[in-house]
């Protein structure tokens, strides 16, 4: 709290729209879609990535991401062990996946996360029929 006071003096804080995400339905053809839970509003910190965070990033194989922002709560990256494809965050700039967590204070409640910009930011949101979870409505090449 006291350091964002300080940050948005130089840098305000902007306020996205937060996907959790809640791993994948099945779609008619088979595929996974990625699936989110209800949309909600998200006033984050957003910073470059220093030089040693895109360094750590390179060595855990992870490229693209190159935005990173504090939030007043947890959000997760990719995890393929609880099935999870990372939470999204939509700004006013496109559509970023959360990719890496760079510090984790549970206990604080907030985080520093990886952002990888989004290819798939012509694809809607919505929620999927008969589910309460949410899903892209069109993936790029999809037909």
Known sequence: GVANALTRTVNPNVTTTLYVSAGHLTDAAGRAIPSYQAPEQLVVQAQALTKRE?????????????????????????????????????????????????????????????????LDTGGELRQAAGSPLWVVEAWPGDG
């Open 54 to 118: 895109l360094e750590h990033l390179a060595e855990m194989n992870i490229s693209g991401a190159t935005r990173s922002v504090y939030a007043n709560r947890q959000l997760t990256g990719v995890d393929r062990v609880s099935q999870s494809g990372g939470d999204l965050l939509d700004m006013s700039d496109g559509r970023w996946l959360v990719t890496a967590t760079l510090e984790g204070w549970t206990t604080a409640g907030w985080c520093k996360v990886a952002l990888t910009r989004q």
